[in-house]
């Protein structure tokens, strides 16, 4: 139905920076919220920074000022720009989508890619 590929991830100096892409593909009609998560080992799955299909953004606490969320509707893709990194961003990133079908236009599901690895060396 839908598929998210992310890439981007690798490893990383503190202090460095990465850019995240994630792309959208399958029977879309459009698509609400898309959002950057990340799990670090034995932790659960936190919410990094969401943006609205309007373009409005949120952002955790600690990526403030230096993640930077954005996204192309038309292409159905979300960006992350990570700046400063620190090594206790380190962690498996997944994209999100909530997506409406064409075949279902009046709900919404939740979809995730497949993670991609953020290592910061200190």
């Known amino acids: 139905q839908v598929q998210l590929v992310e890439s981007g991830g690798g490893l990383v100096q503190a202090g460095g920076s990465l850019r995240l892409s994630c792309a959208a593909s399958g029977s879309i009609f459009d698509i609400n919220t898309m959002g950057w998560y990340r799990q670090a080992p034995g932790k659960q799955r936190d919410l990094v920074a969401g943006?609205?299909?309007?373009?409005?953004?949120d952002y955790a606490d600690s990526v403030k000022g230096r993640f930077t969320i954005s996204r192309d509707n038309a292409k159905n893709t979300v960006a992350l720009e990570m700046n400063s990194l620190k090594p206790e961003d380190t962690a498996v990133y997944y994209c999100?989508?909530?997506?409406?079908?064409?075949?279902?236009?009046?709900?919404?599901?939740?979809?995730w890619g497949q993670g991609t690895q953020v290592t910061v060396s200190s």
């Open positions: 999100n989508a909530e997506v409406r079908l064409i075949r279902s236009i009046y709900t919404s599901n939740s979809y």
């Open positions: 943006i609205t299909r309007g373009g409005t953004t």
